[in-house]
C-alpha cells in the first residue's frame, strides 16, 4: 500500500515555500522554497517520490489567493492530486509568529488532518465568464463613481437641480446647460461629463456581451427559469450560474444561505443564546446581487406582476412559474411583515436569505 505524503505550499507571486508531512511518525520533511515555476514543483516531488522509493502518493494543497485555479489546474494536468484550502477554515493564533515556512506546515498538516474547507474548483467557462461579468460590475462601479463625482462637483459650487430625479434625460440636459462663474470649472464639468457617457456605453456593450453569454447551451435554461423571479434579470442570473457553478453541492436551501453568508451568527454560552447579524462569510458577490434584488420586494405589490416579469416568464413551464409566483408574493409579505416592526434594511436582508434559498429549490427542481 503506497504512503500518502502530504505537501503544504505557501503560494506567492515571487515563490513557493514548501513542506511535506506524513502521517507516520507524525513528522515534517523536505522543508524548501523554490521560484514560482511548475517545473521547479514538478521536480521536487519527483525527488521526494524518489526519496521514498518510487512509492509514495502525493496530496498537494494551497491557500485560495491571487494564484486562483492556475496552480490547481497545473498540478492536475500533470497528475498530481491537489486541494484549495478555503483560508477561514486554517486554524490562526492571536500574536503568532506567522512565515512562510510555518504557513507551509500548517497547510501540510490540515491536508493530513482533513481540518479545512476545500474551495470548489468552476469550470473554464464559468470561471471565463464570471471574471467578464466581475469586469462589468467594475465599470459599473467608476460609472457610479463618476456620477458622484460630478453631484459633488455641482454641489460645492451651489449649482442645485431642482428636478426629482437625478441621471435622467431632463438632468442631463441641464448638466450641458449650467454654467459657472469661471469657465474652468465648466471645462472640467464637461470632462466629467465625457466620462460618463464613455462609462455609460461601455457597460451597455458589456451587458448585451452578457446576454449573449445567457443564451449559451448550458446557461439558457437556468437562466430562463431563474429571471422568473423578481428582481433577477440576466446578470444576477448569470453571476447566480458561474458563481456557484454547481448548486447540488449543497445538500438543502439552508446551507446555500449560509454559503452566501446570509444566515445569522450566533453567540451561546451555557443557558444564554445570542443571535448576531448575518456572517459576510462566502461569496461577498453574490450576498449583494441578491439584497439588491430583494429592494424591488420593497416597492411591489402583492398579488401584482409587472408586464416586464411576465414577459420574462414567457416559455417556462407552468410549474416553475408557478414556484417563482408563490416566492415571489411570499416575500413581499415578508418584506412587508418585518419591516413595520423592523428596519427596513432588516427586512430586505431577510428577504435576500429566503430568496437565496427559492434559488437553490429552482436550480435543484426542488419546487413543491
Request: hydrophobic fraction near 35%; charged fraction near 25%.
Amino acid at each position: 500500500m503506497n504512503s500518502i505524503t502530504y505537501i503544504g505550499m505557501d503560494v506567492h507571486s515571487t515563490s513557493y515555500a514548501l513542506c511535506a508531512f506524513t502521517m507516520e511518525g507524525q513528522k515534517f520533511f523536505g522543508q524548501t522554497s523554490i521560484n514560482p515555476d511548475i517545473k521547479e514543483l514538478v521536480k521536487y516531488l519527483k525527488t521526494l517520490n524518489a526519496q521514498q522509493g518510487g512509492k509514495a502518493e502525493f496530496v498537494c494543497g494551497y491557500e485560495a489567493g491571487c494564484l486562483g485555479y492556475t496552480l490547481y489546474h497545473e498540478l492536475t494536468a500533470k497528475g498530481y492530486k491537489c486541494v484549495i484550502l478555503a483560508p477561514t477554515t486554517i486554524p490562526s493564533a492571536a500574536n503568532e509568529i506567522k512565515t512562510d515556512k510555518r504557513d507551509a506546515r500548517k497547510i501540510a498538516k490540515c491536508l493530513a488532518y482533513g481540518t479545512y474547507s476545500p474551495v470548489y474548483v468552476p469550470t473554464d467557462q464559468d470561471n471565463a465568464v464570471k471574471e467578464y461579468i466581475r469586469m462589468r460590475d467594475d465599470v459599473q462601479t467608476m460609472l457610479k463613481q463618476t456620477k458622484q463625482q460630478i453631484h459633488a462637483l455641482c454641489l460645492r459650487h451651489g449649482k442645485m437641480f431642482d428636478g426629482k430625479c437625478r441621471w435622467t434625460e431632463k438632468h442631463m440636459q441641464w448638466l450641458r446647460k449650467v454654467e459657472f462663474t469661471n469657465f474652468i470649472v465648466r471645462e472640467t464639468l464637461d470632462e466629467y461629463l465625457v466620462t460618463l457617457g464613455q462609462l455609460s456605453d461601455k457597460v451597455e456593450r458589456l451587458d448585451k456581451r452578457i446576454e449573449e453569454f445567457s443564451r449559451m447551451d448550458n446557461y439558457a435554461e437556468k437562466v430562463r427559469k431563474l429571471v422568473c423571479f423578481k428582481g433577477i434579470k440576466t446578470h444576477t442570473a448569470m453571476s447566480l450560474i458561474v458563481e456557484t457553478s454547481d448548486f447540488r453541492r449543497f445538500p438543502s436551501a439552508p446551507q446555500y444561505a449560509a454559503f452566501l453568508g446570509l444566515v445569522p451568527g450566533e453567540h451561546s454560552s451555557s443557558d444564554s443564546c445570542h443571535r448576531l447579524s448575518i456572517t459576510k462569510a462566502g461569496n461577498t458577490h453574490l450576498r449583494r446581487l441578491l439584497t439588491e434584488a430583494a429592494n424591488s420586494y420593497s416597492l411591489a405589490r402583492t398579488g401584482r406582476k409587472s408586464a416586464n416579469l411576465k414577459q420574462r416568464q414567457q416559455g417556462n413551464a407552468p410549474e416553475d412559474i408557478a414556484y417563482a409566483d408563490k416566492a415571489n408574493d411570499r416575500l413581499r409579505r415578508k418584506y412587508v411583515r418585518i419591516a413595520t416592526r423592523s428596519k427596513a434594511n432588516i427586512a430586505k436582508t431577510a428577504v435576500a436569505r429566503e430568496l437565496a434559498c427559492f434559488v437553490w429549490g429552482m436550480m435543484n427542481n426542488q419546487i413543491f
